[in-house]
């Protein structure tokens, strides 16, 4: 397949998970300690569950859920979006990937990717939910290994447990990357020595890591959630700077925190989030290095090369379909380090014309475009024509 003349790799379709998966697959004593709630007579729809970890439940703003309303407004507009959510089977999946355009999804999860973010859950338990996931990702694919991928998802409350998680997902499952979401559980920053077993692991696979923003849970004590709960009128404004916060903080902390200098096959992914921020958080990362070079050996911090440097060595980060000021980005770094995602099947997805509008972006030229669509994520992923 081939729209419009462009390969299209899309970096972040997500699954619908079963919301039985969890109650269906889990070992004791963790099952008895995990529940996944359907909302609305079971739909498997973004937005359709709520979990509850060791009693902790990943708690919501009160009134209106956005995500949840616009979801199932979309679903009514979209007749395949209906019958995804309805029956979201392999072959549904790539009937829309063909609507949309798509050649190869590298799939990320939908209810799995909050039900870790706690501070204090035990890591045994982390571990067992994030194996639920990773072997359902990767039978949900096995059939389709042309056109479907996976990441798998890491436990993030002990990394040497996520680092043989990480080798489990790439050498015995076959994840194309793995990923986390965002926020420091238990306080532990991404530049903390704590993470540096998975980042010596991740160093050796070479593969692709993803960090996805992180639900609004009040259960992790770092997440912006906190400064807009009980707020009147910032749900809006949570969205809107929720997941930019988490992952301008993220880069930060492994570029300036030497992550990269130690680790340089490690290749985060910043996912969901844009990628016009790039351009002031590469510039105003560079201005400050460069006027306190002279004091950062003081630190302890070693960064012989300008942090822009270390991203275009090895970050990536995705535009967005719809995201006209990707072009500035392009014009400051290049595009060797730009990705593609629709988010088909959730609510903020252009489906099914994500990639004609992506394609009728003024101010990006086909050159760059076929970058971003193929070149850039075939590299990244391991993935030939």
């Avoid at 739909?43 to 703003?61: L, W």
């Avoid at 089977?89 to 799939?107: L, Q």
């Avoid at 072997?135 to 096995?142: E, L, S």
């Avoid at 409350?157 to 997902?169: G, K, P, W, Y």
Wanted: hydrophobic fraction near 40%; charge should be negative.
């Amino acid at each position: 397949m081939a729209k419009a003349g462009f390969k299209i790799i899309d970096a972040e379709p997500h699954f619908l998970e079963p919301h039985d998966l969890w109650e269906r697959n889990l070992p004791e004593p963790w099952r008895s300690k995990t529940a996944i709630k359907s909302l609305d007579k079971g739909k498997t729809g973004e937005g359709g569950a709520e979990a509850s970890v060791e009693g902790k439940e990943v708690p919501r703003a009160p009134g209106p859920r956005l995500v949840r309303e616009r979801a199932f407004r979309r679903v009514a507009d979209q007749p395949l979006l209906a019958k995804v959510t309805a029956d979201p089977t392999p072959e549904n999946f790539i009937e829309g990937f063909d609507v949309e355009g798509i050649d190869i999804g590298v799939m990320m999860p939908t209810v799995g990717m909050g039900i870790v973010r706690f501070d204090g859950l035990d890591p045994q338990h982390s571990l067992a939910l994030c194996r639920v996931y990773n072997d359902f990702a990767a039978d949900f694919v096995k059939n389709h290994p042309d056109r479907m991928k996976f990441w798998g998802w890491l436990p993030p409350h002990d990394a040497t447990i996520a680092a043989e998680e990480a080798r489990r997902c790439v050498e015995e499952l076959g994840a194309a990357g793995v990923a986390m979401t965002g926020g420091a559980v238990d306080g532990n920053l991404l530049c903390d020595d704590f993470f540096d077993p998975l980042w010596a692991q991740l160093n050796d696979l070479g593969v692709a890591f993803g960090l996805h923003g992180p639900p609004p849970s009040l259960y992790l004590k770092d997440n912006i959630a906190h400064r807009y709960n009980g707020h009147p009128r910032t749900q809006l404004v949570g969205q809107v700077m929720g997941n930019p916060f988490h992952a301008q903080t993220e880069l930060a902390e492994l570029i300036l925190g030497g992550v990269l200098h130690r680790f340089p096959n490690l290749k985060p992914v910043m996912m969901e989030v844009n990628a016009s921020w790039l351009t002031w958080l590469l510039w105003r990362m560079d201005e400050k290095w460069e006027s306190s070079r002279p004091d950062l050996p003081t630190l302890g911090i070693d960064l012989p090369l300008p942090p822009s440097e270390y991203f275009k060595r090895q970050c990536y980060a995705e535009i967005e379909p719809e995201e006209e000021v990707g072009k500035y980005v392009i014009d400051y770094i290049g595009s060797d380090n730009l990705l593609f995602s629709t988010d088909y099947p959730h609510s903020d997805s252009l489906f099914p014309s994500a990639v004609d509008t992506f394609l009728a972006l003024p101010g990006i030229s086909d050159a760059d475009k076929r970058k971003i669509l193929w070149d850039n994520p075939a590299k990244l992923f391991g993935i030939t024509a």
